[in-house]
């Protein structure tokens, strides 16, 4: 508690193209103060997410990102000072405090976590990246064992978990990713059965020739084309979760949706379903324990990406929806 | 038996624009003969179906019509000889027999039906349409009481089924059709809430000034602008039945799909579910026992538009496309 000032991030003006540094603005702002039922909180590690980019949009799940005020995002957070009987300074909490070394925020909007090292694990595995992966894949995609689980993003952190478990699961798993060595990553370290470089133009042909069998279930990160093209391949009875739109988040989003809505929804009786990960929260402790069996048994790998300084989150999200990630991507603060 | 002669309408071209007379031809053809396992049926009500119009775009969840074969079509028939033991003469059953008098088909792609007067009502309120009906809106949508239900080509022969379930169950119900004439006749007759001319061409405006509430459970006959519309309106979790896309059948099929997809899904944790009838088989004599008790008790109306004469199925269905039609239309042949 040395520091006197409250660093944060300013998201100055909303963008109507690409993401970029010119859109933030790094600020010494007030040390805020806590009122009655709010914790005063510490980030320690401020989580980097597709979504961020979307809630500049307007509206998703939550309200729309405002142009001068700090910017919004989730984080690891440790509890300095507290106005509420539900935590104590030193507790390790996960919310949303925006862009900033200190938040003040309403006790029943943090969610307590255990202490754990490392702590980065609190945003990957068992933050809202591994239960993402965990709910979308099981609850909504729901796989059988023999089943074809494609995955889109599948070097993100989302994406990554959502493979590991399908294999886990008995299933041939097919990852979408960008670029030669992500897709070798995949394979060689991952276990995925195989993988479709996005970036190499021809990824109809290159899943249909991946997924000779049709697809079961797909994974949706991206929207756009890439769902287009599983659309196109899925079997009789498919089920696609509807995780994200990455595609359609950074720039102008796309005045059109993909072919084959609803026709071959209807033709093929697919199911697509959205979900976010609040959905199940009352599913959250199950799904922990068993999301730590599968790490301790070596069966599901944890991939971090994490980033030093403060001062680099904007960065490190501009490079996050370049694709430039590799599992999980975080800023040390 | 005394016709000597089986008429048959064949389709002599696949249109690649809208269907018109001059894809059809009406020609004589030889009487067939049933092989072992199969019935000679004479067609008595040739059901018109927007699907049938799809099946020229290629192989849906049957195969595609040809050119120069017997136009495909689902009947009402009345078995005339017999070479299966499940079936003698004088039985009514259901099946694809083609635009034709007669028709050898194989026993176990016949349905046997109940004689019943009038005998129409197998194809409309106890036949695919009552049952597409049925099980689109309850077992897909879902609809629970007090929430809002949109469907659309809602004056016909499923949408206007599904509109009255919905009003049984207690829902508020909005349909979509084309015409001030259609919509009244929804309001007055039918009992629904409220009704939307889509030909008025704001539909998005009417529909949200019909729906304050948005809209929980969309059932989409059509596709298209209409469901893009409805995507924006939905509620959180709410459903979309995806019965078909008539809105795609008749020209060329858009090569875009409704704007939201999958964004709008994600966000508002959309479930967008395909289904077909068949789907649903084993359920078959619980929900025609609900039909038929609704029916009975007056609170579902059934509406046929039966035309005369074998010779006009061609217009009958070019008329369908165009949206003449209220209620269940078949012709008798």
């Known amino acids: 508690m040395s520091e006197a000032v409250n660093r944060q ?16 603005k ?28 979307a809630w500049m949009h307007g509206a998703t799940y939550r309200a729309a990102v405002e142009a001068n005020t700090v910017m919004a995002g989730g984080s690891i957070a440790e509890v300095v000072a507290s106005n509420s009987p539900a935590l104590v300074p030193g507790d390790i909490v996960f919310g949303d405090t925006g862009w900033q070394d200190y938040a003040a925020v309403p006790a029943k ?14 945003l990957s595995i068992y933050g809202v990246a591994g239960l993402t992966a965990y709910f979308g894949l ?10 074809t689980v494609v995955v889109s993003a599948a070097a993100g952190s989302v994406g990554s978990i959502v493979g590991q478990i399908a294999k886990i699961k008995g299933c041939n798993v097919i990852g979408i990713a ?13 276990g995925f059965d195989a993988a479709v470089d996005y970036k190499d133009g021809a990824t109809f042909k290159a899943l249909r020739a991946a997924a000779p069998n049709g697809i079961d279930v797909y994974f949706d990160n991206v929207g756009g084309d890439i769902l287009e093209a599983c659309l196109a391949l899925m079997n009789n009875r498919g089920r696609i979760a509807c995780c994200g739109a990455i595609s359609q988040y950074d720039g102008v989003p796309s005045a059109h949706g993909p072919r084959g809505v609803p026709g071959l929804i209807v033709v093929k009786r697919l199911i697509m379903q959205g979900f976010i990960v609040m959905d199940f929260i009352d599913q959250r402790d199950a799904a922990l324990a068993e999301l730590q069996s599968w790490v301790t048994a070596g069966k599901l790998k944890v991939q971090e990406d ?13 490079g996050l929806l370049a694709g430039e990630n590799r599992g999980k ?5």
């Open 329 to 333: 991507r975080m800023v040390k603060v």
């Open 109 to 122: 909007h943090l969610t307590k976590m255990p202490r754990m090292e490392p702590m980065t694990h609190l």
């Open 178 to 190: 960008g670029g030669k060595d992500k897709c070798n990553w995949l394979t060689a370290e991952l």
């Open 138 to 147: 099981l609850h909504v995609g729901k796989p059988k064992e023999g089943e």
């Open 306 to 318: 994490v980033i030093d300084g403060f001062e680099n989150t904007p960065k490190a999200l501009i």
């Open 9 to 24: 991030i300013l998201l100055v003006e909303k963008p109507t193209g690409k993401l970029g540094p010119e859109h933030f």
């Open 26 to 53: 790094l600020v010494d702002g007030a040390m805020p103060a806590p009122k009655d039922g709010e914790a005063l909180v510490r980030t320690r590690y401020i989580s980097l997410d597709a979504a961020n980019r």
